[in-house]
């Protein structure tokens, strides 16, 4: 069969890297078989690319994270300036109270007068008892503007800091926008495609269009928004991981969308995230940091409960979890363009699993 160029496609294949995919328009008497081929390597990129697109949403989770953590550093490190400044304006008062209260005894009308005390060495002591207390703050003084000039640099590698996760949240979005731009490009190359099998299907006799359509049919055991129907044990929705995978399982069929968190919608971590603050449990909204906090407890994935938590892919890229005889996810692939929760049935290609608690 012979193809011609049609277009250049630009697809996201790392993050901050581009590469160019030709992708080839059929002759004009392409048969169907040779389209849905086409079809079928187009629909693949797509799935890569929204693979791609939800390793990204994870990773701006993971850069917004550090943000709002440098922040929290920011504001402390201010707050505590603020406390030993004043801190140091009070020590500087007292001192110099004490001071003028010994120059007016230094003042008196008789110059004799600390001659003639009652007890000589007791004005002695006292004169050194102030000198004592004297240098004693002046040194408190000192320790205070060291501890606030700490705190200033405390300040400044906290600032830099955000500084270099905005900067890093900045490329990552502009990466996911460009893999996102180029599915939709994608998405309608495949549309023109299907359309073109679509007039053919209609110019073919009956029995050509039927097996046709059987073939465009999505299998029925699918729904509508690309999870499985549930079909398995129903947990036990009383404790932490039952209620959990409840939630989830209620969840199935509603969208995947960047960064969402519910109730019509969801990334991966958002899902879990809720999941688990219906089990009772606050996690932050990143695969990656949701891992860590359970990293002690990993679980034999024979040995999986409803509510652990599970990863297809790496923990930073992608998350989901177990609810009894399959697992639920919201993942931004095929067998829908748009992607959404969904419910698998067994294992279902699980590389690793922890168990929150």
Known sequence: ???????????????????????????????????????????????KNGEKIAELGEALNAAQLRVDEAEDLIAAAEDAIVAAEAEIVRLQDLLARQAAALYVLAGSSNPLDTIHADDVSEAGARSQYAAVTSARDEQLIADLDAAQTQLEHDQGVAEEARAQAE????????????????????QGLLDQVTGEIAELVAAEAARRAAEAAARAAPPSSLSPAGGGTWDGPVPDPIGGGGAAASFARAQVGKAYVYAATGPDAFDCSGLTMRAWQAGGLSLPHYSGAQYSMFADRRVPLDQLQPGDLITTTSWSAHIGIWVGDGYVHASNSAPYPQGGVKFVPGYGGIVDAVRPG
């Not at 581009?18 to 059929?26: M, S």
């Not at 078989?33 to 086409?38: P, R």
């Not at 900067?167 to 994608?186: H, M, P």
């Open 1 to 47: 069969m012979k193809f011609r160029p049609v277009r250049i496609l630009i697809v996201a294949t790392t993050v901050g890297m581009l590469a160019p995919v030709f992708v080839a328009g059929p002759a004009p008497a392409a048969p169907i078989d040779d389209l849905q081929a086409q079809a079928a390597k187009l629909q693949d990129k797509i799935d």
């Open 167 to 186: 900067t890093e949240r900045a490329g990552l979005a502009e990466a996911k926008d460009t893999a996102e731009a180029a599915a939709a490009r994608q």
